[in-house]
């Protein structure tokens, strides 16, 4: 998939052109008028293409998901300082992971040992 390294667009851009008295707005607008400015194309000699094209790079990598409903443990929340609820809470209202079995605070959403969703 082709996709546009604006950081490097911009970093190249700044370096070429002094910006010191522009507002940000002002910048904004003039380095996208300087990504649409045609260049000659290093593909086909002759013919021009709009420089953004030249910032275009081919990546090939997968959509990262996050699904909220789906907790694995990483081992780094057992590891921190601030392990648990902020609030302390009574014994009495703790719960207990159907799979595993691990105590539960009455609030759990997952449980902190396994990562199995918490069913009321």
């Not at 911009?10 to 045609?38: C, I, N, V």
């Not at 907790?71 to 902020?86: F, K, M, T």
Request: with cysteine; net charge negative; proline share 6%.
């Amino acid at each position: 998939m082709k996709v546009f390294d604006g950081k490097k667009a911009a970093q190249e851009y700044m370096s070429k052109h002094t910006l010191a008295f522009s507002t940000p707005e002002l910048t904004l607008m003039r380095f996208a008028f300087w990504l649409g400015d045609s260049v000659p194309d290093p593909d086909n000699e002759g013919k021009g293409i709009p420089r953004m094209m030249t910032f275009m790079t081919e990546q090939d990598f997968e959509p990262v998901l996050i699904d909220d409903d789906k907790y694995e443990p990483s081992g780094a929340v057992l590891s921190s300082a601030s392990y648990g609820n902020a609030v302390k809470e009574e014994s009495e209202g703790r719960k207990f992971c159907g799979e595993c079995g691990a105590g539960l605070s009455a609030t759990a959403k997952f449980c902190p040992e396994c990562g199995a969703t918490v069913t009321d």
